[in-house]
């Protein structure tokens, strides 16, 4: 809306935030439009607020659970993603297997049989879309940093990206990623990397 009034700010919600305020005053706009500029950005600044408190609470929840902490130290994963595997895997022995939380999460290939002969396709969309969607995200973030590593599992993942593409390579953390917290989660152990 800004952008309609001429006000052009660098992309970025830091920078954004951190600019408005200024260029909003410095602008020529009408008493209505400053008005409303202006409470826009103190629900921006609400909204935020709100979202740091949730954060924090979050972060607090996952310390004081010993399976949390055990998650959050797998790559990859944080407090978001630790909280929600545990909150929506009650108990991983359930699961035979690791593989079978990540065929649950949504993170194995649909499989197509034709005489006897199975081929996969891509992910299935009977899943936890939430859970898939932050495996997939902590993935990514791991995959952004390979460079740096030089690691047994970087060379892995580097390899499958350089096979297979980034996003199979997203797919194909994720899916490792889950199989390693069923084990943590099962034998109460914690990641050894």
């Known amino acids: 809306m800004l952008a309609e009034y001429g006000i052009v700010l660098p992309q970025g919600p830091w920078r954004f935030a951190a600019q408005a305020p200024a260029a909003i005053a410095q602008a020529e706009l009408s008493d209505l439009a400053r008005e409303l500029f202006e409470e826009f950005l103190d629900q921006l600044r609400d909204v935020n607020t709100s979202v740091a408190k949730l954060d924090a609470k979050i972060v607090e929840i996952c310390r004081a659970h010993e399976d949390c902490r055990r998650l959050a130290e797998l790559p990859g994963v944080g407090p978001i993603i630790a909280t929600a ?20 999460i949504g993170l194995v290939p649909r499989q197509y049989t034709t005489g006897g ?3 996969l396709g891509g992910i299935g969309r009977r899943a936890n879309h939430y859970l898939r969607r932050q495996m997939i995200h902590g993935a990514h973030a791991v995959i952004s940093r390979l460079a740096k590593h030089g690691d047994r599992r970087s060379v892995w993942l580097k390899a499958i990206v350089e096979r297979r593409g980034f996003n199979r390579a997203l797919v194909a953390l994720a899916n490792k990623t889950a199989r390693i917290a069923w084990a943590l989660l099962t034998r109460k152990e914690s990641y050894a990397g």
């Open 117 to 119: 002969k199975p081929r």
């Open 85 to 104: 595997l545990v909150a929506s895997v009650a108990d991983a022995r359930h699961f035979r297997s690791g593989g079978e939380l990540a065929a649950w």
